[in-house]
């Protein structure tokens, strides 16, 4: 059974910042582009930040760029999300999700998607 595992959210101030990490249980996923979502209360689960599975290409939500970075080191099969700069706005429940089809682009789509994490809260304070 594929399972990914988010951890690092939690309450902070805006301005501040959290380190996202997601990792599988049972497997590795260092040959699979690996991407982050998040979901606020009442709305859609919106793209965040993709990563191929090199780690040499990545692309964000203008939301997000400038503030938050992907990274993942495939010796240790983890993926972070480093997010400074937090605003309010940030304020949701963050996914790790796997893509296990091959694709030149990368995936912003949840449905592009295969297998994904429980989630980790992260709340922004004013």
């Known amino acids: 059974q594929v399972q990914l595992v988010e951890s690092g959210g939690g309450l902070v101030q805006a301005g501040g910042s959290l380190r996202l990490s997601c990792a599988p249980s049972?497997?590795?996923?260092?040959?699979?582009?690996m991407g982050w979502f998040r979901q606020a209360p009442g709305k859609e689960r919106d793209f965040v930040a993709a990563?191929?599975?090199?780690?040499?290409?990545?692309v964000y939500a203008d939301s997000v760029k400038g503030r938050f970075t992907i990274s993942r080191d495939n010796a240790k099969n983890t993926v972070l999300l480093q997010m400074n700069s937090l605003e309010t706005e940030d304020t949701a429940i963050y996914y790790c999700a796997e893509q296990r089809r091959r694709a030149v682009v990368l995936a912003t789509k949840t449905y592009e998607y295969d297998y994904w994490g429980q989630g980790t809260q992260v709340t922004v304070s004013s």
């Open positions: 049972g497997h590795t996923f260092s040959t699979y582009a």
């Open positions: 990563i191929n599975w090199s780690g040499d290409r990545t």
